[in-house]
C-alpha cells in the first residue's frame, strides 16, 4: 500500500481561537505550544520538551481541530493519520505501515496526529483473532513512541481510553480530556457561528447536550433552510 494513501489529505488552516476550549484545556496548549517554541532555551536547562500528547473524549468535541491548530501555531507541516483506515488483515504489514509514517514525520520534525488510536492500541491481551500478533503491535506503537524525536510533536486522540494499552497510555506526558460541551457553552458557541448572517436567519432553535461539530452541522443546516425559504417567498411574490 502506497504510503501516501494511508495519510489523510487536509489542508485547512485552523487558529487555536478557533477552537472551543475550556480554560484549563486552553491554559495546557498555550504552555505547550510556548515550549515548542522555545524548545532550545529549555533544553539548556536540562528541561524536557512534552512532545507526546494524548487527546481524549467525545468525537466532535474539537480534538482534530486541535492537532490543526497547534501545527498551524508552529509553523509545521501536519500529518493526520485514522488508525481505523490502516489496520490490515497482515498485522506485520499495518505494523511497517505506522513505522514508515512515523519515520517520515520524525525526518520532517511535522505535527503526527493519530486519529482513533484505540483501533490498533488495545490492551494487550484482548480477544482478538490473533492475540500474539496484536500485542507485537502495540509493542511495535510503543517502541515508536519511546524513541519519537523531541524536536517533533505526536498528537493522538481516541474516543476510548478505557481499553487502551496501560503500558501505552504510560508514553504521553500529556492527556487533555475534552467533555461534551455544558448549554452555556453551545450558547457561545451558537452566538459567534451565527453573527456572520443577517438578524432573520440568526433565530434558529437550538439544540443541547450535543457536540460542537454537531451543533455547527444543526444550525448551518437551519441557517440554509431559513434562507431557502426567504428566496422561495421572493419568486412567488415576483411571479
Known amino acids: 500500500m502506497n504510503l501516501y494513501n494511508l495519510i489523510i489529505q487536509d489542508k485547512e488552516q485552523v487558529n487555536l481561537n478557533e477552537v472551543f476550549l ?5 491554559d495546557q496548549l498555550i504552555q505547550l505550544i510556548k515550549e515548542h517554541t522555545y524548545s532550545k532555551e529549555l533544553q539548556e536547562y536540562g528541561l524536557p520538551v512534552n512532545n507526546k500528547i494524548l487527546l481524549e473524549g467525545s468525537s466532535g468535541c474539537g ?5 490543526k491548530a497547534i501545527a498551524n501555531a508552529l509553523g509545521k507541516n501536519i500529518i493526520i493519520l485514522n488508525l481505523s483506515n490502516i489496520v490490515s488483515s497482515r498485522i506485520g504489514e499495518t505494523s511497517q505501515n505506522i513505522k514508515m509514517i512515523f519515520d ?3 525526518r520532517e520534525r511535522s505535527v503526527l496526529f493519530l486519529d482513533e488510536l484505540d483501533q490498533i492500541g488495545k490492551a494487550r491481551g484482548s480477544d482478538d483473532k490473533d492475540v ?3 500485542r507485537r503491535l502495540v509493542n511495535t506503537l510503543i517502541q515508536l513512541i519511546d524513541y519519537y524525536p523531541e524536536n517533533a510533536l505526536l498528537l493522538c486522540a481516541t474516543n476510548h481510553s478505557e481499553i487502551i494499552d496501560t503500558a501505552l ?3 504521553f506526558q500529556l492527556k487533555i480530556k475534552y467533555d461534551m460541551p455544558s ?5 457561545t458557541f ?10 432573520d436567519l440568526k433565530n434558529i432553535e437550538r439544540k443541547y447536550a450535543i457536540s460542537f461539530a454537531e451543533a455547527k452541522d444543526h444550525a448551518l443546516t437551519s441557517v440554509k433552510a431559513g434562507l431557502i425559504k426567504k428566496l422561495e417567498a421572493k419568486e412567488r411574490i415576483q411571479s
Open 22 to 26: 475550556n480554560k484549563s484545556n486552553r
Open 63 to 67: 480534538k482534530t481541530m486541535t492537532a
Open 104 to 106: 517520515k514525520a520524525a
Open 132 to 134: 500474539g500478533e496484536m
Open 169 to 171: 497510555l504510560r508514553r
Open 183 to 187: 448549554a452555556e457553552f453551545l450558547d
Open 190 to 199: 451558537y452566538d459567534q457561528l451565527l453573527d456572520q448572517f443577517p438578524e
